[in-house]
């Protein structure tokens, strides 16, 4: 499913109760990939193990990281997540561990979904040096134990630890920060910046449903046509001549995307390209 949603997967973890997964979402998003992947491990452990009902008790928490800073960091602290929890003894059996993507970048295991030469080509080397430098980079990261900064608050994570923290009350100072965002204080606001443009455009889309839903109704009125069996896809003749033309005036005069015109009269986008191709043809 990784594949098919375009999703890169660069480290991951399986632990008793959680899973960790570090990745860049592909055009398809990441609720698409996580209700996929949710949905179908679901299924398969209440198939094997004969029970019913929900698996995950909560929704996936997700953090928007900045690679460039932390990709590395990252990947370390994730794999090393069965040595800290005690599942392995040494860095040797966490090479072997299933449940791991640590053995997959070292070559011991293989898969083919898993971004190996993206991540160890991170080190500037290529084939068994890159392997060495990722294996060397891990054995000094095992002492470390756990990491406020890259799993404790917003703030925490954009300074990069308590003691930058502390030093920037001393100097009462600030930096921009957020819980569900792992990067420096210029990329928290770059992320935030783009998150508030995204909603200025949902909202302008769900104006624009409205004022459509609204023509909607008044055309309907008109041509004695119920909405509902406008939405339907009913080809009744009325209702399929209303459709043409709303249709039209809705892509020609207003300038609305197919696929928003598809959801409003209840086809789809072949639906709404089909009478625009008739329409064009008569003329």
Same mark, same amino acid.
């Given at each position: 499913?990784? *594949?098919?949603?375009?999703?890169?997967?660069?480290?991951?973890?399986?632990?008793?109760?959680?899973?960790?997964?570090?990745?860049?979402?592909?055009?398809?998003?990441?609720?698409?990939?996580?209700?996929? #992947?949710?949905?179908?491990?679901?299924?398969?452990?209440?198939?094997?193990?004969? !029970?019913? %009902?929900?698996?995950?008790?909560?929704?996936?928490?997700?953090?928007?990281?900045? +690679?460039?800073?932390? +990709?590395?960091?990252?990947?370390?602290? +994730?794999?090393?997540?069965? #040595? !800290?929890?005690?599942?392995? *003894?040494? &860095?040797?059996?966490?090479?072997?561990?299933?449940?791991?993507?640590? =053995?997959?970048?070292?070559?011991?295991?293989?898969?083919?979904?898993?971004?190996?030469?993206?991540?160890? =080509?991170?080190?500037?080397?290529?084939?068994?040096?890159?392997?060495?430098?990722? !294996?060397?980079? @891990?054995?000094?990261?095992? =002492?470390?134990?756990?990491?406020?900064?890259? /799993?404790?608050?917003?703030?925490?994570?954009?300074?990069? %630890?308590?003691?930058?923290? &502390?030093? &920037?009350?001393?100097?009462?100072?600030?930096?921009?920060?957020?819980?569900?965002?792992?990067?420096?204080?210029?990329?928290?606001?770059?992320? #935030?910046?783009?998150?508030?443009?995204?909603? /200025?455009?949902?909202?302008?889309?769900?104006?624009?449903? %409205? +004022? #459509?839903?609204?023509?909607?109704?008044?055309?309907?009125?008109?041509?004695? @046509?119920?909405?509902?069996?406008?939405?339907?896809?009913?080809?009744?003749?009325?209702?399929?001549?209303?459709?043409?033309?709303?249709?039209?005036?809705?892509?020609?005069?207003?300038?609305?995307?197919?696929?928003?015109?598809? !959801?409003? @009269? %209840?086809?789809?986008?072949?639906? /709404?390209?089909?009478?625009?191709?008739?329409?064009?043809?008569?003329?």
């Amino acid at each position: 499913m990784a *594949k098919e949603t375009g999703t890169r997967i660069l480290a991951w973890v399986l632990m008793d109760n959680h899973v960790h997964l570090l990745i860049i979402s592909g055009p398809a998003g990441l609720p698409t990939f996580m209700r996929r #992947l949710l949905t179908g491990y679901a299924i398969g452990f209440n198939r094997k193990h004969r !029970r019913f %009902g929900h698996l995950f008790q909560n929704r996936y928490k997700s953090i928007i990281c900045d +690679l460039d800073s932390y +990709l590395l960091e990252l990947v370390r602290y +994730l794999h090393l997540n069965p #040595l !800290r929890g005690g599942l392995v *003894k040494n &860095l040797e059996e966490l090479e072997d561990y299933r449940w791991c993507g640590h =053995g997959i970048l070292t070559g011991r295991q293989k898969n083919d979904w898993q971004e190996r030469d993206f991540v160890l =080509g991170f080190f500037g080397l290529k084939g068994r040096k890159a392997v060495r430098a990722y !294996r060397e980079w @891990v054995e000094a990261g095992k =002492g470390l134990g756990h990491r406020p900064e890259l /799993v404790g608050g917003g703030l925490i994570r954009s300074m990069g %630890g308590w003691s930058q923290v &502390l030093s &920037l009350r001393k100097k009462r100072e600030s930096d921009a920060y957020d819980e569900r965002i792992l990067g420096d204080g210029d990329f928290v606001q770059a992320i #935030l910046k783009e998150a508030d443009q995204k909603v /200025v455009r949902q909202i302008r889309a769900r104006r624009e449903a %409205g +004022l #459509l839903a609204k023509i909607i109704k008044e055309k309907c009125r008109e041509a004695g @046509v119920n909405e509902v069996e406008l939405r339907s896809g009913s080809r009744q003749r009325a209702v399929s001549e209303l459709r043409r033309k709303l249709c039209f005036y809705f892509y020609r005069e207003l300038g609305v995307p197919m696929a928003e015109i598809a !959801r409003q @009269v %209840g086809v789809g986008t072949t639906g /709404v390209a089909m009478p625009l191709k008739e329409i064009n043809t008569k003329r």
